[in-house]
């Protein structure tokens, strides 16, 4: 499986991004893609994660369920992360990963795959 994560950009405090993760290969083997995101000089945090499969079950970080949303798109091989009212904190490389089986979601050490990243940029 390859990832391939695009959409991110410049924007201003208060708005609104949306970021997708394509999957391509054997996408009928992910079993979780989640998206992470690394500031300058920090460790890669976790985001959100959703199985590809199934009922969807979403996870999130504490501090970003209110205003982020993972989402999927099975026929179009595709995860997205829609992002509102953004904060120039959430500034940072976003990732997403897959894994091909259950267990952990909120680590990075938990999914072997890595899409390139793209950077989202919030002024103030």
């Known amino acids: 499986v390859q990832l391939q994560a695009s959409g991110g950009g410049l924007v201003q405090a208060g708005g609104s991004l949306r970021l997708s993760c394509v999957a391509s290969?054997?996408?009928?083997?992910?079993?979780?893609v989640a998206w992470f995101r690394q500031a300058p000089g920090k460790e890669r945090d976790f985001v959100a994660a959703?199985?590809?499969?199934?009922?969807?079950?979403?996870y999130y970080a504490d501090s970003m369920k209110a205003r982020f949303t993972i989402s999927r798109d099975n026929a179009e091989n595709t995860v997205y992360l829609q992002m509102n009212s953004l904060k120039p904190e959430d500034t940072a490389v976003y990732y997403c990963?897959?894994?091909?089986?259950?267990?952990?979601?909120?680590?990075?050490?938990?999914?072997?795959?890595w899409g390139q990243g793209t950077q989202v940029t919030v002024s103030s």
């Open positions: 290969g054997r996408t009928f083997s992910m079993y979780r």
């Open positions: 990963a897959a894994r091909y089986s259950s267990g952990g979601y909120y680590t990075a050490k938990d999914f072997p795959i």
């Open positions: 959703i199985n590809y499969w199934g009922t969807g079950s979403t």
